[in-house]
């Protein structure tokens, strides 16, 4: 059973600092590289990070020097660490395999990140 569980959100001043964690299922997170996506009201679900199985990464431009995506292969899990939050970082934030969710269309419920003052 395949599944993606994120904790970790909540409610930060702007400059502030979240850990996001997504405990995902195993047949999952061995095979393939892991991603976290957010999904701001009104907008389509985005991807703002990867990391493959052997650590290498990358992210968006709008989160580039910011987050930082890594992930604990013994616990199945995968970490997004969020420093000098905007505003504009509120979202719902969701862990998934970006190969497979190309073709599964299922997703966590994802962890509510708020950014306001």
């Known amino acids: 059973q395949v599944q993606f569980v994120e904790s970790g959100g909540g409610l930060v001043q702007p400059g502030g600092s979240l850990r996001l964690s997504c405990a995902a299922s195993?047949?999952?997170?061995?095979?393939?590289?892991m991603g976290w996506y957010r999904q701001a009201p009104g907008k389509q679900r985005e991807l703002v990070a990867t990391?493959?199985?052997?650590?290498?990464?990358n992210s968006a431009d709008s989160v580039k020097g910011r987050f930082t995506i890594s992930r604990d292969n013994a616990k199945n899990t995968v970490y997004l660490q969020m420093n000098s939050l905007k505003p504009e970082d509120t979202a719902v934030y969701y862990c998934?395999?970006?190969?497979?969710?190309?073709?599964?269309?299922?997703w966590g419920q994802g962890t509510q990140v708020t950014v306001s003052s």
């Open positions: 998934n395999a970006p190969l497979w969710a190309k073709t599964n269309d299922y």
């Open positions: 990391i493959t199985s052997g650590g290498s990464t």
């Open positions: 195993g047949r999952i997170f061995s095979i393939y590289a």
